[in-house]
Structures are given as structure tokens and as C-alpha cells.
């Protein structure tokens, strides 16, 4: 009302949707623009994200907040390698489609007394919702694959045969799939983009032993590919207080490259994720290790890497055609369907029933994802698209 009287003749905001936010603030901005998002579509839709969202929010702020060394992420991996289908995250996302949330319920109701269609939110809710934990049953289907299956690995548990049997039945299957021309080569394809050339070393160093044991060397491959930051926060975190420093400077002043170094060094972010920090010195440990340097000691030439040219044979890699696959989550999603499709053939022993690894008549008439609820757990049944 205050902005109706002060914007004087505008039209009715719920009268004035646009699909996208660039045509809505075509020709508009400030007070106008902030009237016109003030329709009753807009706000149904924020209560809405508000509420299917937070599970997840609830998700990222105890990862946040438990799991920052690389250590953690280890321990994570390993729980979520078989138990990513039945983590709290996705029973809360299901649970805001039934009667057991009562706090969602609560927030679907109020907003329901202001809706022009009741039947047309519900339908929104169920699709944002049943999408939204489609995609992210996606993103932790990945801790499945290779070689975030073998991370447990590295913690030096004593049941740690299951794994290795893991790891011994995919190398096997990886292998037969390569070489059998009665394997379909999507289901092959998909298999391959996981088990990367590191990871088939990492089976080949535990073949050796007949995968009773990982070799030292296996363990520091697998340690050199899943011993890493738990999340990708850190960076933001860094970069926070280099952005903070130059907001003190004027447009025209950047910050130069010791400059940033220097923030970095100091920002105590690394620190506090317990990562080893060897760039931050002190002045001590500095001033011993100058005296150390001989005063005749020649630099060599230097070489800046932005005037140096590749050879012309290098831009053929970037061509218009490549041999390998992309890396998407839409890829990494059907591998990890993959590599579920074959441990429950070879587990259930689908053969002796009938059903043939080729299998495609799953594929074209099952979804993706078909979600089901039953005393609060949750079924994920999905396969990779063909």
C-alpha cells in the first residue's frame, strides 16, 4: 500500500508476470521493480523454496560445521559409499510430501490461504520437490563409484575384506566388459568414465597381492585421489578476505600478486581445516633459512609462462571432435546407475532368473528415479539411461 501511494498509478503486480527476471525489470528499477515482485506468484514461490529447501540447508551447515579436514571427508566417504540411499537429507526431502512434517505442513497451509490454486501449488510442491531429490540422490549416488567405494580403505578398519572384494569384482567386470563383444558399449562406456587410469592402477597394485591386502603404494594412490578437502568452502573462504581488502581500496587500485599472497598466508583459513600450510613461514624460520643461502648464489633466467607458445600439434587436442566422454552430472550419474546395475546382477544372481545383463527393457520403462517411502526409509530405484 505504502508503495502504491508513493509509486502513484502502477498496475497490479499479480497482473504483471514475466517468464524471466530480465523482462521484468526491462524498463524498470528501484521502488517499481521491488512492487512488481511483490505479487502473490513470487511469494508463493519463495515460501516454497524456503520450505523444500531446508533439509539440504540443514545438510550443508552440519557439513559445514563437522566435516572440514580432509580426515573427515574420509569418514564421510565411507559411511555415504553404501549408505548414500538412506541418509537423513533425502528422508527429510520425501517426508515434506507427507503428513509426518508437520512444520512443513504448517508453512504449505498458511501459504495455501493466499494462493490463487490450491491444486496448481500442490502440484508445484510435488514436482519441485520429487526433482530436487532426484537431482541430489544423483550427486551422492557418485560416492558409489570408484574410487570414493574404496576411501574406507584408508582408514585401517578390520572388516575391511567387503571392500576389497568390491574392488576385486570391479576389476574383474571392467575387464570382461572391455573385451566381451556380447556387453553393450553404453553399459561399458559408463563403466569406463569412473574407473579412470589411476584407479585401474590402484586394482592392478592390489591384484598383485589377490586383493587380500592394499599395498603401501596402492594406499598412497588411493590417499592422492580421495584425500582432499571436504569442500569446495575453503576456497570461498579464502577468497573472502581478499575480496574484503580490496572493497578498503579504490576501483582503479588492485591488489598485486604479493599482496594477495600475503592475505592468503595470513587469512588462517588453511589452518583451520587442519591442512598443512608450508607457504606460511614466520619471520624466524624465514631469517634461518636466508642465512643458510650463500650470498654468490645466481638466479636463473626467468621464464614467464603467457609468452611462452605451444606447438601447433597441442590445438588439435581441443578439436571439434573428441575421443573421450564429458564429465557432467549427468554422466557421472549414469555411471554410478552403472556400476549399481552390475553389483546387483552379480549379488542377486539375476541370471539364473532370467534377466540378462543387456537388459533394456528396464531402462525404457522405469524412471530415473522412483522414490518410495516405507516406515521412514527410503527405496531409490534407478538405472542409466540408454
Known amino acids: 500500500m505504502i508503495l502504491e501511494w508513493y509509486l502513484g498509478d502502477v498496475p497490479n503486480p499479480d497482473d504483471n508476470l514475466a517468464g524471466k527476471f530480465v523482462e521484468l525489470r526491462s524498463g524498470r528499477g528501484g521502488l517499481k521493480l521491488c512492487h512488481i515482485t511483490l505479487s502473490s506468484h513470487y511469494w508463493e514461490n519463495a515460501h516454497i523454496l524456503l520450505t523444500c529447501n531446508r533439509p539440504l540447508w540443514d545438510f550443508y551447515t552440519d557439513q559445514v560445521e563437522n566435516c572440514k579436514s580432509p580426515q573427515d571427508g574420509i569418514r564421510y566417504a565411507g559411511r555415504m559409499c553404501t549408505g548414500w540411499n538412506v541418509d ?11 503428513c509426518d512434517d508437520q512444520e512443513a505442513l504448517a508453512s504449505f497451509r498458511k501459504v495455501g490461504q493466499w494462493s490463487n490454486d490450491e491444486q496448481r501449488m500442490a502440484n508445484k510442491i510435488f514436482q519441485y520437490v520429487f526433482r530436487l531429490a532426484a537431482n541430489r540422490a544423483i550427486s551422492l549416488s557418485q560416492r558409489s563409484t570408484p574410487p570414493l567405494r574404496y576411501a574406507i580403505l584408508l582408514e585401517d578398519r578390520i572388516g575391511n575384506g567387503d571392500v576389497l572384494n568390491v574392488m576385486k569384482f ?10 566381451s563383444h556380447t556387453v553393450p558399449i553404453s553399459l561399458t562406456t559408463d563403466l569406463g568414465l569412473t574407473m579412470t587410469p589411476p584407479c585401474r592402477l590402484l586394482l592392478t597394485f592390489c591384484e598383485s597381492h589377490q586383493f587380500r591386502q ?7 594412490l588411493l590417499k592422492a585421489m580421495v584425500h582432499i578437502p571436504a569442500d569446495s568452502k575453503i576456497i570461498e573462504d579464502v577468497h573472502q578476505c581478499v575480496r574484503l581488502a580490496q572493497k578498503t581500496r579504490a576501483s582503479h587500485e588492485k591488489l598485486g600478486v604479493p599482496a594477495v599472497q600475503n592475505l592468503v598466508n595470513n587469512s588462517k583459513v588453511l589452518a583451520s581445516r587442519d591442512l598443512n600450510h608450508p607457504a606460511k613461514l614466520d619471520r624466524q624460520s624465514f631469517l634461518s633459512g636466508l642465512r643458510q643461502t650463500s650470498r654468490n ?12 607458445k605451444l606447438p601447433q600439434s597441442y590445438g588439435r587436442i581441443m578439436g571439434t571432435t573428441k575421443p573421450w566422454p564429458s564429465i557432467t552430472p549427468a554422466s557421472l550419474g549414469k555411471s554410478a546407475a552403472a556400476w549399481a546395475w552390475v553389483r546387483a546382477f552379480k549379488l542377486q544372481n539375476l541370471r539364473q532368473v532370467g534377466v540378462q545383463l543387456k537388459e533394456t527393457s528396464i531402462i525404457k520403462h522405469l524412471l530415473r528415479f522412483k522414490v518410495k517411502t516405507k516406515n521412514n526409509m527410503i527405496l531409490i530405484l534407478f538405472c542409466s539411461s540408454q
Open 88 to 98: 537423513n537429507q533425502l528422508k527429510k526431502l520425501v517426508r515434506i510430501l507427507t
Open 297 to 308: 648464489f645466481k638466479t636463473r633466467e626467468k621464464c614467464y609462462g603467457r609468452r611462452h
Open 214 to 220: 592394499i599395498p603401501a603404494e596402492g594406499k598412497a
Open 170 to 179: 570391479d576389476w574383474l567386470f571392467i575387464s570382461v566388459c572391455e573385451t
